[in-house]
């Protein structure tokens, strides 16, 4: 009988999340210096800080160390959507990327607490 372990691609949290720092480092890498030095920088910082943070959560043995990761990406996923929304309000970005984003930005909060639960119920420790 095969054994099959958990893999940090099995979370869709963290997949949507890398997807969207990448979509987000293209659209940035584009900019005029301003705005890649003012609100770029941030953003992308922010947007890699979600899969990033889940990345190390799912790396820390520790029931609590783990959530407590999961709960950083949350943080980090409400602080795009200022981004995001700042972003689109001075016309850095176009309404598809917005939406494109924002759509993401909207499912990640519920893919993160699923992960926070799953976490919660499976590990003892």
Same mark, same amino acid.
């Given at each position: 009988?095969?054994?099959?372990? %958990?893999?940090? &691609?099995? /979370?869709?949290?963290? !997949?949507?999340?890398?997807? *969207?720092?990448?979509? =987000?480092?293209?659209?940035?890498?584009?900019?005029?210096?301003?705005?890649?030095?003012? =609100?770029?920088?941030?953003?992308?910082?922010? =947007? @890699?800080?979600?899969?990033?943070?889940?990345?190390?959560?799912?790396? !820390?043995?520790?029931?609590? @160390?783990?959530?407590?990761? /999961? /709960? +950083?990406? *949350?943080?980090? =996923?409400?602080?795009? $959507?200022?981004?995001?929304?700042?972003? +689109? &309000?001075?016309?850095? #970005?176009?309404?598809? &990327? +917005? $939406?494109? #984003?924002?759509?993401?930005? @909207?499912? *990640?909060?519920?893919? $993160?607490?699923? %992960? $926070?639960?799953?976490?919660? %119920?499976? %590990?003892? +420790?």
């Amino acid at each position: 009988m095969e054994t099959k372990f %958990l893999t940090l &691609e099995n /979370y869709s949290a963290y !997949r949507a999340s890398f997807a *969207l720092s990448n979509y =987000v480092w293209k659209i940035i890498i584009q900019w005029k210096f301003f705005e890649k030095d003012t =609100v770029g920088k941030q953003f992308a910082r922010a =947007v @890699d800080s979600i899969s990033a943070n889940i990345a190390e959560g799912f790396g !820390r043995f520790s029931k609590k @160390d783990k959530i407590r990761f /999961y /709960y +950083y990406s *949350l943080g980090s =996923v409400h602080e795009c $959507i200022d981004w995001n929304n700042k972003c +689109y &309000e001075r016309s850095i #970005i176009s309404h598809e &990327e +917005y $939406i494109h #984003i924002k759509d993401t930005l @909207d499912t *990640l909060p519920g893919e $993160i607490n699923q %992960l $926070i639960k799953y976490t919660n %119920l499976k %590990l003892k +420790y």
